[in-house]
């Protein structure tokens, strides 16, 4: 069970409002599915215990009707497991349920308008959905209190993914990034960035602390500078913009100043948008290993904007790549055919819902590490030549065949080529996986695309043979 609470519906509960044929139910079972909680459908329930909702509305009364659904919503919302809660269109009426909502729930209003939510509603059963002039009606006055009682506000089920851990992807996101951070914050930003033709998006003259570009930027002599150069109180936020790395050690500081500050994150590489920004890692490297030091630091806010990608250079996108393959090959959809803005807001949704099952990778985040185990043995064996995209294509390939699962996607959207490192260095490494037990690998493999499943230890040799396909002569 999750145990620490929020950002967002970390360790909460996960609630659905909305009028009529917002998609409650759909949107809440997909939720459910991939954030793996239990989902409670109100009025599917109340309908399982006291029959079909039209013939209450009919024989008992709305009042009545009002008062079973109010104590279903107090029972769902009293269990300590986080669920996802779906709510019936009116549940917002009571104030019980909207006072108990604010304590026990994240909530957000999935928004629909008022046509397509008839459009929806007229073919259904809905005792509320009969006349039009008085559904309309309805839809006017009940908005208010939708807002009143959400968080947040969303479309579909990715949107709702992202919002439960406050990620928010959208096209000009960046100019409001420092806005939602309060005054007084400190930006902490890749050296690189101020400059590039976005910046100015940021507002004039942001003063910068400024992090050395790339793997650099994870050392603890730059985060020992920022501890001491951070001008941020208890209150305080920390703005981290940048790539993974940047993110990686401005989220470590923020972590670890004044035993924890707030921070927001704003990715600016693809594997930034897509994985390095989500889900609270932070840390820094050692000289015998990549992030052996860190903390799980979840950002407050995390805001991704896909026009920043417009500046990143081809080889680092191709780096982004790689990871979205992998979000694909997880998911059992091909989220690398979707236009930019899609993509990156489908993988970060994933994300979001493997996160939200798993913040402290006890259990199901492990699956993100797909091909990471061939991956971080390649670039440890090349002395960090190697950029970890490219590793990644390639521990792709060793998993998918380990899986015996087809490889052309992976051939066909990365073109991963054999890398030239010491056969031997790539096995040793691989058995110091920080994964592993007992010098034994566990592997992420696919049953089937969408099909993931993790700890799966393999006979050594199967392994090894694996590992030397990846491996130039
Ligand atoms: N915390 C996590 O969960 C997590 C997940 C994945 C990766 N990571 C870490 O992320 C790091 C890799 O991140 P990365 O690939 O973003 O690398 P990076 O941060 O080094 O950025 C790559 C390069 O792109 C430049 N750049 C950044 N944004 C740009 C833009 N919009 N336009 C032009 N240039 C831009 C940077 O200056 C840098 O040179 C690794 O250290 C990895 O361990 C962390």
Redo the contacts with the bound molecule.
């Keep these: 069970m999750v145990t620490a609470v929020g950002p967002g519906a970390l360790g909460r509960h996960l609630a659905l409002v909305g009028f009529m044929g917002a998609g409650k139910s759909t949107v809440g079972a997909r939720v459910a599915r991939l954030a793996e909680r239990p989902f409670v459908d109100t009025d599917a329930e109340i309908e399982r215990r006291h029959g079909p909702i039209p013939a209450l509305f009919e024989e008992r009364g709305e009042p009545e009707f009002r008062r079973l659904e109010e104590a279903l919503v107090t029972e769902a919302l009293a269990r300590d497991e986080p669920a996802v809660v779906a709510l019936g269109g009116g549940a917002i009426l009571s104030e019980t349920t909207r006072a108990l909502l604010r304590r026990r729930a994240f909530v957000v209003r999935l928004a629909v308008d008022v046509d397509t939510a008839w459009a929806r509603a007229r073919r259904s059963d809905r005792p509320l959905a009969r006349d039009e002039a008085s559904f309309r009606g309805l839809f006017g006055e009940r908005a208010a209190l939708y807002a009143d009682v959400a968080e947040a506000e969303a479309a579909d089920a990715d949107g709702v993914l992202t919002a439960a851990l406050a990620v928010r992807v959208a096209r000009g996101s960046l100019a409001g990034a420092l806005a939602a951070a309060a005054p007084g914050a400190t930006v902490v930003a890749?050296e690189?960035?101020p400059g590039?033709a976005w910046w100015d998006d940021l507002g004039p003259d942001v003063p910068v602390l400024a992090l050395p570009?790339?793997?650099p930027a994870?050392t603890l002599d730059v985060v020992r500078r920022l501890w001491e150069e951070l001008g941020v109180g208890r209150d305080g936020t920390v703005v981290a913009i940048?790539?993974?790395?940047?993110?990686?050690a401005a989220g470590f500081a923020a972590a670890t100043y004044l035993r924890g500050v707030d921070w927001i994150a704003v990715p600016?590489?693809l594997?930034?948008q897509v994985?390095?920004a989500i889900?609270g890692?932070?840390g820094i490297d050692l000289a015998k290993g990549?992030?052996l030091v860190g903390g799980f630091h979840l950002p407050r806010a995390v805001v991704v904007d896909p026009d920043?990608?417009a500046?990143?250079?081809g080889a680092?996108r191709r780096?982004g790549m790689a990871e979205v393959v992998k979000t694909g090959l997880l998911t059992g959809r091909a989220l690398w055919e979707l236009p930019e803005e899609e993509m990156v807001r489908a993988c970060a949704a994933f994300k979001c819902g493997v996160v939200l099952s798993d913040p402290y990778e006890r259990g199901r985040r492990a699956i993100l590490n797909l091909g990471h185990t061939f991956a971080h043995a390649l670039e440890a064996a090349s002395g960090y030549g190697l950029a970890?995209g490219d590793a990644v294509a390639l521990g792709l390939l060793a998993a998918l065949r380990l899986s015996g699962q087809p490889t052309d996607v992976v051939e066909d959207v990365l073109r991963p080529q054999p890398v030239r490192v010491d056969r031997e260095t790539a096995w040793a490494a691989l058995g110091r996986d920080k994964k592993g037990r007992a010098g034994r690998p566990r592997l992420v493999l696919l049953r089937a695309p969408g099909e993931p499943e993790w700890g799966v230890e393999l006979p050594e040799q199967e392994v090894r043979a694996a590992l030397d396909a990846l491996i130039a002569d």
């Design positions: 890749d690189r960035l590039l570009s790339g793997e994870k940048g790539g993974g790395t940047t993110l990686d600016t590489t594997v930034g994985d390095a889900g890692k932070t990549k992030n920043v990608l500046t990143l250079p680092e780096q970890h």
